[in-house]
């Protein structure tokens, strides 16, 4: 095990022996304390600025709490994120892919980790400069809520903002010291394994985790050892406040991959044989540091945040054994407060930089054959950006710009007579407006109606990833840039809450993913003239009784070419593949004190296409409706001891269907199986008073 868990581990294991000798018979932190820190909240930090959820003249979700995350499995992002308009999270129980998130169609082309969906943990990027994101870093089990800005926001986050997601990790207990154990076991090998410690004491604040997963999967060569480390520390002293976010990931996954319709027929188990001759899966090893100071300056404030980043990569695929050593980091300074009367203003620069060692070698039986290409590539990014909102009688109005400039660069190291020298640059920049104005009716109801833009660059992967099979980057893949408008309605009153949204984004050289047949499972890309994504959203949820909470959500996209030509084929008109028409989510939380409480999670997606060319969407990934059960009993006591045990099954019927798709996978591999029926059970043990 790598160094940096065993220390975390050891400090885990320290702090609960402290808490067990005692430590925790102190009294609990002032109640103001533990207001300060508390991540779980609903505040509106994602708009960065001071306006409530229900004048926001945007799209905003929160969602939290333990009807959201109370007895899951703590597999992947879908849980913490269920049942939000507008936003497709699919679970692909394949660690070395990873989630695959889209927001209103935004960012559905990936294939491996997060594209065109700026990403945040506890206010850290997990989006990198070039618009790339990785989840293996984020423990499930640990987030406490999140915060989705649903639509076009490079106004607000730059690149790679078609959709923003903050997720915000739980709270420390409000007592000097605290402690829980969590194991879960189920179907497929399933094994987790979580610790915490944490605690608030004096200005101070502070939570430490430890999560180890193994997953041997329902397929063949699917399982997956992921280990992580975590440790959040906030302390605010008189007009400053400090917090440090530190994570650190190990994991080691298999790639089954995608299977043709035929296949599936055959064997949905299955993997791809060459998949498993070639070892196809990844390995990763990645930390990140950051540092967050604010000063109270008068009626505003300044926040100053920094931080730094190390990864590494080993990923065998069939035809090529692909090494990446990456390290990034920026840094953000924004002033924050009010102007006159109503106004309130920010404004603020960020810089960033990316730099990637990429090595390519053949794959020989899951060995690294021949060189075929060593390069290193950079990106730098700068930007400016100011954001005005005023909140006065019944009107909201929110108005943001922001410019980014890029500076894309590779240095080509294989250069023989046969393979000329690749090197370059690219540079890209973009001037990203917003405006929005919300009116309330009433106390409880209004009405909002917003112009927003997106800009995404191709990822240094994109670029690097030319059919042709040479070095350098792609001089023909241009960004991606997205104008939307956008109309709703947000209502609550008391404990009943609702939303509608309709809306319109017209988007110019969309980034398109596909195959060739002599490279199975690697992805390139091209743009596509035009597309146009239309649709409607809605969401309520209620507590109509003590103990019961129901939440639904509702999402229609209409995501088509506008203006495309491949091939000598005009495909205006086609569906954008690799989006649901259709989607619906619900859930029902019910529970009794420290009693007994049950769960109720469903989930319907219509039929989704594959490829640019299916106009008759005859390759179409079937519609499907699963549902989980999960129960337990809240709190048993055992002197200073609190148990919880939890059961769960997933897909209770047992349906049969697909969890992902491949978009323009070559040889008709477009599907990704889903599980059949699995049971879990875990058990939650917390030691401690007074939380």
Partial sequence: MPRIFRYAATLALALAAFRASGAGAQQGAPADTAKRYSIDTLAVRVLRAPVPPLRAPFAVSITGGEAQRRAKPGLALNEPLAAIPGVQVENRFNYALGERIAVRGLGARAQFGVRGVRVLVDGLPATMPDGQTTLNHVDVGSIGGAEVIRGPASALYGNASGGVIRLNTLPPPPVPLGSEYRATAGAGGLLRLQSWAGGMTGPAAYRASFTRLKYGGYRQHQSADNTQVGLNFGLHRGADELRLVFTAVHYDAENPGALSDSLLRADRTAAIPTNVTQKAGEEGRQGQLGLTWIRALGTGS??????????????????????????????????????????????????????????????????????????????????????????????????????????????????????????????????????????????????????????????????????????????????????????????????????????????????????????????????????????????????????????????????????????????????????????????????????????????????????????????????????????????????????????????????????????????????????????????????????
């Fill in 302 to 691: 300044l926040e100053v945040t920094g931080y730094g980043l190390a990864r590494s990569i080993d990923n065998p695929i069939p035809v090529r054994f692909i090494d990446l050593d990456r390290a990034a980091g920026g840094a953000r300074a924004v002033w924050s407060g009010g102007l006159i009367g109503p106004l309130h203003a920010s404004a603020g620069g960020e810089w960033e930089l990316q730099h990637d060692h990429r090595l390519n070698h053949e794959n020989v039986a899951g060995v690294r054959g021949s060189l075929l290409l060593d390069q290193t590539e950079r990106v730098t990014s700068a930007a400016a950006f100011a954001e005005l909102s005023a909140d006065a009688g019944p009107i909201t109005v929110l108005g943001a710009a922001r410019y980014d400039r890029f500076r894309f660069s590779v240095d080509d190291h294989l250069v023989t007579a046969a393979d000329p020298d690749d090197s370059g640059a690219r540079t890209m920049d973009a001037w990203s407006p917003t405006l929005g104005v919300s009116l309330s009716a009433a106390r409880w109801l209004s009405f909002y109606g917003n112009v927003a833009t997106a800009f995404q660059t191709p990822t240094t992967t994109e670029l690097a990833n030319r059919p042709s099979g040479a070095g350098g980057f792609n001089p023909e893949l241009r960004p991606e840039r997205t104008t939307g408008i956008e109309a709703g309605a947000k209502a609550r009153r008391g404990a009943v809450w609702g939303e509608v949204a309709a809306y319109r984004a017209r988007i110019r050289d969309a980034l398109i993913p596909f195959e060739l047949e002599g490279f199975p499972g690697r992805q390139f890309y091209r743009n596509a003239g035009a597309a146009v994504h239309r649709g409607i959203e809605a969401g309520a949820g209620a507590e109509p009784v003590a103990g019961l909470t129901l939440r639904a959500a509702y999402t229609y996209t209409d995501a088509r070419f506008g203006r495309y030509v491949l091939g000598g084929a005009d495909l205006r008109g086609n569906r954008v593949p690799g989006i649901a028409p259709h989607r619906i989510e619900a859930s029902a939380f019910w529970s009794r004190g420290a009693g007994p409480f049950a769960g109720v999670d469903l989930r319907h997606e219509s039929r989704t296409p594959v490829a640019d060319t299916d106009a008759a969407g005859s390759l179409a990934s079937p519609a499907c409706t699963t549902v989980d059960l999960r129960g337990g009993w809240t709190e048993l006591r055992l002197g200073r001891v609190r148990a919880s045990p939890t059961l769960g099954i997933t897909n209770l019927f047992g349906v049969v269907y697909n969890t992902s798709v491949v978009i323009n996978a070559a040889r008709g591999r477009f599907y990704e199986p889903g599980p059949g029926r699995s049971v879990y059970a875990g058990m939650e043990i917390k030691l401690g008073s007074g939380w």
